[in-house]
């Protein structure tokens, strides 16, 4: 599966962005979805997922903010930011694997075969 996110841009803090990453290549519906993000010097760490079940997990740093949703009929997982903040800056990647794992496991980027190509956010404080 090919994976192509956009959506990313510069945003003042407090404010709204919304990610999309289009699935092509295979049978989207049956993938678990992810976003993770990496931040300049640090490791890439687990944003959300929804799995291929409608199963739903965030990271504790972006509960109550941001808002995951996917459209199998349109192959594509979205990601509504709100409530931005400075500390939220990153590139973020969408990632895809339609191998049947744990929960656990899915807030695991070593466990996604698919990758898109990263978005920018940034917010300015």
């Known amino acids: 599966v090919q994976l192509q996110a956009s959506g990313g841009g510069l945003v003042q803090s407090g404010g709204s962005l919304r990610l999309s990453c289009a699935a092509s290549g295979r049978t989207f519906s049956n993938y678990d979805m992810a976003w993770f993000r990496q931040a300049p010097g640090k490791e890439r760490e687990f944003v959300a997922h929804?799995?291929?079940?409608?199963?739903?997990a965030y990271a504790d740093s972006v509960k109550g903010r941001f808002t995951i949703s996917r459209d199998n009929a349109k192959n594509t997982v979205s990601l509504q930011m709100n409530s931005l903040k400075p500390e939220d800056t990153a590139v973020y990647y969408c990632?895809?694997?339609?191998?049947?794992?744990?929960?656990?496991?899915?807030?695991?980027?070593?466990?996604?075969?698919?990758w898109g190509q990263g978005t920018q956010v940034t917010v300015s404080s």
């Open positions: 990632a895809a694997d339609a191998r049947r794992f744990p929960s656990g496991l899915r807030v695991d980027s070593r466990w996604y075969d698919y």
């Open positions: 929804k799995r291929w079940s409608g199963g739903t």
